[in-house]
Nanobody, 122 residues
Framework: QVELVESGGGSVQAGGSLRLSCAAS????????MGWFRQAPGKERDWVAA????????YYADSVKGRFTISQDNAKNTVYLQMNSLKPEDTAMYYC???????????????WGQGTQVTVSS
């Protein structure tokens, strides 16, 4: 079993920045791909970004491309989501997820964190 713990959420004004962190208790074959999802009230959970822990390939949803950056520190089993130029529509609960592949993550992630709230005011 792998535990994912997010941190770094908070409230910020539009145009501001936040950095989220996701610490995994360990990396396994089921955590080769780490990523972030978000869910706004009354909406479905949407995929935001993903990174392969071996090799570092990154992927982004169109809505955040150019504003968000996913990165990792493998020595700490930690993945980060740097969020710049935040907009009110970025307001959501952000969840860390892990899966063997990006395709698996998009259909059904193996592990989930508890979520961290991001609120962007106009």
């Amino acid at each position: 079993q792998v535990e994912l713990v997010e941190s770094g959420g908070g409230s910020v004004q539009a145009g501001g920045s936040l950095r989220l962190s996701c610490a995994a208790s360990k990396y396994t074959s089921r955590t080769r791909c780490m990523g972030w999802f978000r869910q706004a009230p009354g909406k479905e959970r949407d995929w935001v970004a993903a990174i392969y822990t071996a090799g570092g390939s990154t992927y982004y949803a169109d809505s955040v491309k150019g504003r968000f950056t996913i990165s990792q520190d493998n020595a700490k089993n930690t993945v980060y989501l740097q969020m710049n130029s935040l907009k009110p529509e970025d307001t959501a609960m952000y969840y860390c997820a892990a899966a063997p592949t990006r395709a698996t993550m998009l259909s059904y992630a193996t592990y989930w964190g508890q979520g961290t709230q991001v609120t962007v005011s106009s």
